[in-house]
């Protein structure tokens, strides 16, 4: 094993972009209020240290992660696993969808009635088309009945 990294992160604080980023996803044990990567306990130094040499030899960070919350319990974790955060959000996304969709079928239900209302307190009967077609062709028709001849 090299010392000269290690000895680095020892001296200057310096982690590597994979230690960085799994001392970012865990809390302190002493206070679970900050994470690793800024705390500046006496025992978050020491897992600093201890996630650096892990990595160091080549042990995956997901492996060192599990080994942690093992030691310390998930609370250690800052940030949940994604197993339920994907299952809600899926679920939350099912019932926006479900309620837009009640809502559109409340709002076409009530303007239809509206629109019923307003047509019987106006008197005006509801037409499709073919009766100004038919009043039109009746007229057509009559036309040439009512001419004189001149």
Request: proline content about 5%; some cysteine; aromatic content about 4%.
């Amino acid at each position: 094993m090299n010392a000269a990294p290690l000895l680095v992160v020892l001296l200057l604080g310096a982690t590597e972009p994979g230690a960085r980023a799994l001392e970012a996803r865990l809390y302190a044990p002493c206070c679970y209020q900050q994470t690793l990567d800024v705390h500046e306990s006496e025992l978050a130094r020491s897992l600093r240290t201890e996630i650096a040499k892990r990595l160091q030899v080549g042990e995956a960070a997901s492996s060192i992660e599990e080994d942690l919350v093992v030691r310390y319990g998930a609370k250690i974790r800052a940030t949940p696993s994604e197993a339920p955060l994907s299952s809600i959000g899926g679920l939350v996304v099912v019932a926006f969808v479900l309620a837009a969709l009640a809502g559109l079928f409340v709002l076409f239900g009530w303007v239809r009635k509206r629109g019923q209302e307003a047509a019987v307190a106006t008197g005006v009967k509801e037409t499709d088309g073919l009766d100004a077609r038919l009043d039109d062709e009746l007229a057509d028709l009559d036309e040439p009945a009512h001419k004189s001849p001149q």
